[in-house]
């Protein structure tokens, strides 16, 4: 029986799960508040220094705050904070924090450039990388972070040494492999001006002891010898040999021909590789196969770095026990680069930041007070609500004695209109009752005085009499205030 075939293309070469990867530091790059297109052009070449482990295609809400990623960020075991942000006067500021206990450093970015622009201003030399660099972390370079041979001590710089040591995975030479170191990120201090050079490359491998023109001939032959017609070369151009008389003349450009200069073999250093050539300084014997064409074991070959951006000085001005935007506050400030404060300016702050996070305790166990009371009220409502109900019913039946009896209304007057409502019906009776004893009274004084009235005279002959008095004009200019003289009635026949 054969032995079973294991496969190999689909199992995992990296780190087994628990074997590294919990302590692999990953990180955030995001941009905070309004920002310009470059500043945000800015953060996705950030995003590129630190891949793989950040989210490269993160994509931040326009209303989103700081305190959303800094919760979010334990989940996804993100360790690291970037961010970017435009202050009032236009000054670009990056914020890196360790997550989630701090501290915070915030650096100011003097000057940037993107890696569109190294890559429009690069010299034609450059070729393009194979790819494939950006699956490993690159490899942490700190130049003079060592405290200052004259002069105060720093302490601030063993604390931004230790933070880009922690953005990194640190390099295990004995299980790392030759083919995953691609990348170098440079971050040179300078003492004289206080900032930091940030700048990234890519590492590239090339033949030792040729000049430019000669490796460019051999790169040609050797794509157009393995790629054929339509292979590899058809995308490539073609060596120009237009303006030489021979092959020598292009490959030393000897004096005479276009474009040469007297008693120079090769080219300038900033145009070509004379270096790579001349010199055995940057020349290795490779231990292991290296990445691209013709780069094996035991080989001499020139390695070379090339800036691919972004480009970045930056100046170190505040640093923060806390994080901004966290639930405890940035804390206190441990660096500032433009205030001073004495021991006891510092303990002052210090003893109003605890009073105020003392008041603060207080506010929330308050709250926290409250919020259970109600939670107790209403249960005890739920619970008693069986008998509130038998409560409500008796008030209701007081509230059914204090209604108007408007009983009978309709039953001894036969002019009640019974659309309308009991109580405007009632309103209207007395209203019309205390009317009648009033005309009573009014006519008592007849009586008396002429007993037989005439019985050809009506009421409303009586009314038209009584009311149709010729008044004069100075009955109109009496005011409203002075009462009216009765109407003189008329006697009866006797």
Known sequence: MGKR??????????????????????????????????????????RHIMEPNTATRLRERPNARLRDYLTIAPTLGVTHLLAYTLTDAANVHLRVARVPQGPTLTFRVQRYSLMKDLVNSALRNVSKSPGGEYRNPPLLVLNNFQQPADGPALPQLKLMSTMFQGLFPPIQVEKSALPTFRRVLLLSYSHASGCISLRHFTITVRPHGVS?????????????????????????RKVDLGHSDDIADYLLRRVGTPGSRAGSEYDSASET???????????????????????????????????????????????????????????ETVFHEFEKRTKAQAAGLQQAHEERRRKKDERRRAQEANVARKKAKAKGKGKGKGKGKGEGDDEDEDDDDDDVDVDGLSEDDDDVNLDLDPEEELERRRTRFAGEDDDESEFDYEDRIGGDGDDGEDEDGWDEDAGAGEGSSEDDDESDDEPAPPPKKRAGKR
């Not at 430019?212 to 490539?236: C, E, I, M, P, Y």
């Not at 013709?294 to 090339?306: C, D, Q």
Request: glycine share 14%; no cysteine; proline share 4%.
């Open 273 to 331: 590789d004379a270096s790579e050539a001349e010199s055995d300084t940057n020349a290795v014997e490779l231990p292991e196969d290296y990445v691209g064409r013709g780069n094996k074991k035991g080989e001499r070959k020139a390695v070379r770095l090339v800036e691919t951006g972004p480009r970045l000085e930056l100046k170190l001005v505040k640093v923060t026990e806390g994080l901004v935007g966290s639930k405890k506050g940035e804390g």
């Open 5 to 46: 075939r294991r496969k190999t293309r689909t199992h995992l070469k990296g780190p087994q799960p628990g074997e590294g990867e919990d302590k692999v530091p990953k990180s955030f790059v995001i941009k905070s508040g309004v920002v310009t297109k470059s500043i945000s052009a800015l953060v996705r070449d950030t």
């Open 212 to 236: 430019r023109r000669v490796r460019k001939v051999l790169d040609r032959s050797t794509a157009a010898g393995s790629g054929g017609s339509g292979g590899a070369s058809s995308g490539r």
